[in-house]
């Protein structure tokens, strides 16, 4: 069983940066292929970002294309995604997950294994 566990979230203004990180635990981390999801209030969680388990292919959703990285660290069992040029649109309840089979997805139902959540709020 793997555990996800987000921060680095918190409030900012429109154009500020934030990092978040995914710490895990229980599973063998570079096994996994792990991807960024959020939701805002009223809206279904959509997919942000995935990176494969060799970091040799990351996919983002177009709306943080050229703002939003996604980065992995197989040694310290870590994800992170930094986010920079943050608009006020980005605000939502940021999620870490983790896939089991093999390849990047963007489909939450894809993915096996979830973290709490970090609240991000960018305001205008």
């Known amino acids: 069983q793997v555990q996800l566990v987000e921060s680095g979230g918190g409030l900012v203004q429109a154009g500020g940066s934030l990092r978040l990180s995914c710490a895990t635990s229980?599973?063998?981390?570079?096994?996994?292929?792990l991807g960024w999801f959020r939701q805002a209030p009223g809206r279904e969680r959509e997919f942000v970002a995935t990176?494969?388990?060799?970091?040799?292919?990351?996919l983002y959703t177009d709306s943080v294309k050229g703002r939003f990285t996604a980065s992995r660290d197989n040694a310290k069992n870590t994800l992170i995604l930094q986010m920079n040029d943050l608009r006020p649109e980005d605000t939502a309840v940021y999620y870490c997950a983790a896939r089991q089979r093999v390849g990047t997805a963007v489909r939450p139902d894809d993915y096996d294994y979830w973290g709490q959540g970090t609240q991000v709020t960018v305001s205008s």
């Open positions: 990176i494969n388990r060799f970091s040799s292919s990351t």
């Open positions: 229980g599973g063998t981390f570079s096994r996994y292929a």
